[in-house]
């Protein structure tokens, strides 16, 4: 493909999976990754009111601990057994199973790290690199892993981002900072030299030196004048230690509530130095886009990946607030396209994304148009939606209540109900895999919701709708509901928030 044919890709699901069936050999010219940690750290997100304000609830996103499951077994099964895989990977993994024990977190986390690092190396090109970020408590560990895959040779630079933030009391020294691995695929990675200031640019000389005599001077012309430099003095070739980027404020415009998100400077810095212009940027572990959003500023195509329906709609969102019309063609592969796949997400492994069918219902929401907002669970919140839209007397707001299981019935339009009541929604929706037609009635008997807007316009709307998956597909079944572009033509900025 060209780059006049490209299109950036987002991918949703499994990046080991994806990476084997769509991306090609030889294909990128610059892979950063974060993957979760192993830090053993629960990770939450501010939900978005109707108004576009954040809330103070929390919404669970994911565990930053890897824990042995019979997927992973299967996958250390696989790694050590195929003897396609490289020799010194599976010599190193058979080490880490007798020294860290086959249950260990850590263990769990090199196998699920191994075979999609060899996914990495074969995706890139010949002048390619990979910066891995990761912490001090797996760094060691992943080290000796790229080594058996990358080989030692191409190992570049342990790159250091130190940074500051508020200091706990501990029993050690603070921990401010995070590592990035940096290798190679081949000898001559595509590689430009970044500068930094330097450390005393008052002592920096602006005069020329040279020999008299023997003698180290600063030159003179014909008028007896001291010849001035004509190059600008650019700094010093970057040093592995990065301390000039800090940690993003809880408070920064940059911040998007996203854990561990990192700063697009540190981002840009990367891909200014090891991908060429015009060259693919490929992020196996996205989350909420820096990398993407980096490269797509820096005019650098990109592919990510990430196993959350959560991320890919912060993705959209963030694309849509810092690029609007401006971005580049992209699109979003891996989400349902028909009611099989639909079934296929709502039936996906907890072991697959730590959600379950949570994923389903998160899709669903976002694809009827809501926000997820506080809901119940074990999980923790952010199992209903809720749109907002304006009517004559201010905001109003409708619930969106998913279900992916089988027993559905009139006790979760009935629960529904109650919802709507303890929230003062005027409407709510049940989306549903599966829609019983002797719900419909239960429906039917309830009264509409008389619209009315600022101008004087009336509609009406059933205050209980359903909204089912194979309707959904099959006949674009969609929520009823006061239309987005009436409410895009009201002049509120109230309301403005909320498209």
């Known amino acids: 493909m060209t780059q006049g044919e490209w ?12 990476m084997r069936e769509e991306i090609p050999d030889n294909h990128v010219d610059l892979v950063y990754l974060d993957p979760p940690f192993n830090s053993g750290r629960s990770y939450n997100m501010p939900f978005t009111e109707p108004d576009g304000t954040r809330s103070d609830a929390q919404m669970h996103v994911f565990e930053d601990t890897w824990k042995w499951t019979s997927e992973t077994n299967a996958l250390y099964e696989e790694s050590i057994n195929d003897k396609d895989f490289p020799e010194k990977t599976r010599e190193i993994l058979a080490f880490m199973d007798t020294y860290l024990g086959r249950k260990a977190p850590m263990m769990a986390y090199l196998t699920n790290m191994a075979p999609r690092l060899v996914e990495i ?50 029993t050690a020294y603070q921990s401010m900072h995070d590592i990035m691995l940096f290798y190679s695929k081949g000898e001559a990675p595509s590689f430009k030299v970044q500068y930094q200031p330097y450390a005393h640019p008052e002592m920096i000389e602006t005069t020329v030196r040279g020999i008299v005599d023997g003698k180290l001077v600063r030159l003179k012309d014909g008028g007896g004048a001291y010849i001035k430099r004509e190059k600008e003095n650019k700094g010093v070739p970057m040093h592995d230690v990065w301390e000039d980027i800090n940690f993003i404020a809880p408070t920064s415009k940059e911040r998007l509530g996203y854990p561990t998100q990192k700063p697009r400077a540190l981002l840009e810095r990367i891909i200014k130095a090891s991908c060429p212009d015009g060259g693919i940027v490929f992020d196996p572990f996205c989350g909420c886009s820096t990398a993407l959003a980096a490269a797509e500023s820096l005019k650098r195509r990109w592919i990510g990946i990430d196993i ?35 079934m296929d997400l709502a039936n996906r492994s907890d072991e697959v994304s730590g959600h379950g069918r949570y994923e389903f219902e998160w899709w669903i929401i976002d694809e009827l148009g809501g926000q997820l907002v506080k809901g119940e669970g074990k999980k923790g919140p952010g199992k209903d939606g809720i749109i907002g839209f304006l009517d004559k007397n201010g905001l109003q707001k409708i619930i969106i209540e998913a279900k992916s299981g089988e027993n559905v019935g009139t006790p979760d339009l009935e629960n529904l109900l109650g919802k709507m009541k303890g929230s003062n929604a005027v409407m709510g929706v049940l989306a549903t895999l599966h829609t019983k037609r002797t719900m419909q009635p239960f429906c039917d008997q309830h009264s509409t919701y008389k619209f009315e807007n600022m101008h004087g316009h009336k509609a009406e709307y059933p205050v209980l709708q359903m909204v089912s998956i194979k309707d959904f597909f099959d006949r674009k079944q969609r929520i009823d509901y006061p239309s987005r572009e009436q409410v895009k033509s009201w002049k509120d900025p109230h309301q403005r928030q909320l498209v």
């Open 308 to 342: 959350t329906y959560l991320a890919v709609k912060t993705i959209k969102r963030r694309f849509e607030r810092e690029f609007n019309s401006r971005v580049a063609p992209y699109s979003i592969e891996g989400r349902p396209k028909d009611y099989a796949s639909a």
């Open 121 to 170: 190396l074969r995706v890139m090109n010949d002048t390619a690199s990979v910066y891995l970020h990761c912490d001090p408590t797996a760094s060691h560990y992943l080290k000796m892993l790229m080594d058996s895959i990358f080989g030692p040779t191409q190992f570049r630079n342990e790159i250091i981002w130190h940074y500051r933030r508020w200091s706990n009391v501990t």
């Open 7 to 18: 299109k950036n890709r987002l991918y949703y699901g499994d990046n080991l999976k994806i």
